[in-house]
């Protein structure tokens, strides 16, 4: 693994790896054991786009790996007046070890891999969020103890999340069920991929989605860059919301899950939101230990 661009670019055993060191960096922060394996170590965070989550988790990670992190808003980097990615890309490489990158094009995270030659790391794109996705088959597996034969269920847009949980808990053996209004389905590259799976099924209705599932996630009706399409996305997406209604066919012990932010009275009712907060708090924090894993993978030193 040199990078991480998205969740199909990584293998069943790469995913593995990355999970079970999250999981070794989780007790070692916990347990005051050091674990300073980037010392010396600069990552460069370029964002295009806002962020809570992903800018603190990566910031504070790498100071609990012994690093340092720079905050490269991309409005006051030369990129913003139109520097071209390949060459931001070679000057950086110059500089420090890795890049985290949050941007529209998921081409330009694959440019800054192509012409760079240090780590590139996706912190979120139009098409996929694989630190999410990390961190959330983290959680699952910590409330499951597995994920081999689950079932997930994901009610909503057909966005970046959908496209990298789909990819991701379909390669860990997961059933994975998608309602998705038509017209928001995922990207065509994801169906392609989805389709050789016989446990993969994209219908329109979320209640029959839900049935049996052992967790549910749903994503804001209207990404980043959607703003102006706000409007028409709520009278789409009516309906296509965590509830009560779906929740009472899903299994007893079902949980849920959400990147966040999350909308309440939108995607998520507050009700279940309250309900299963702190399933969404652990995967909210979950995003710190696995952005570690996967930074310590890619940009430690190797045996
Ligand atoms: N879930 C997530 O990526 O959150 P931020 O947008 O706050 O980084
Ligand atoms: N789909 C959302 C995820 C935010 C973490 C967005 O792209 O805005």
């Known amino acids: 693994m040199k990078h991480l661009l998205k969740m199909m ?11 079970n060191l999250a999981d ?3 007790y070692e922060l916990k347990h005051g054991i050091p674990h300073n394996h980037l010392a010396g170590k600069t990552l460069g965070m370029i964002f295009e786009k806002a962020s809570t989550r992903t800018r603190v988790s990566f910031e504070t990670g790498m ?3 012994g690093g340092n992190a720079l905050f ?8 913003g007046r139109g520097e071209p990615v390949q060459d931001t890309a070679r000057v950086l490489s110059r500089y ?8 529209f094009a998921q081409e330009e995270v694959e440019n800054l891999a192509e012409y760079g030659d240090i780590p590139i790391i996706n912190g979120l794109t139009d098409l996929s969020h694989p630190c999410q996705v990390l961190a959330d088959l983290m959680t699952i597996r910590e409330y499951k103890n597995k994920l081999d034969g689950l079932k997930m269920c994901y009610i909503g847009d057909g966005n970046n ?11 860990m053996g997961m059933d994975v069920t998608l309602a998705c209004p038509e017209g928001y389905y995922p990207a065509q590259s994801t169906l392609d991929f989805a389709k050789q799976f016989p446990n993969f099924k994209i219908v329109n209705d979320p209640v029959e989605a839900a049935k049996d599932a052992d967790v549910l996630f749903t994503d804001v009706w209207a990404s980043m860059g959607q703003e102006s399409e706000a409007e ?13 209604e779906v929740m009472a066919v899903a299994k007893p012990d079902a949980m849920v899950q959400h990147c966040l932010p999350a909308h309440r009275e939108e995607e998520i009712t507050t009700k279940v939101f309250e309900q299963h907060a702190k399933e969404i708090f652990d995967e909210a924090e979950n995003r710190l230990h696995a952005q570690k894993a996967v930074m310590v993978l890619l940009m430690g030193e190797k045996d």
């Open 63 to 65: 100071y609990q790996l």
């Open 161 to 171: 999340m959908a496209n990298s949980l789909t990819v991701g808990c379909l390669k």
């Open 72 to 79: 490269l808003s991309s409005s006051e980097l030369q990129i």
């Open 9 to 19: 670019d990584l293998s069943t055993e790469e995913i593995t790896e990355i999970l």
């Open 96 to 103: 420090i070890d890795g890049i985290m990158i949050r941007t």
């Open 24 to 26: 070794q960096l989780k």
């Open 232 to 244: 028409k996305r709520r009278i789409a997406f009516k309906g296509y919301q965590i509830n009560d």
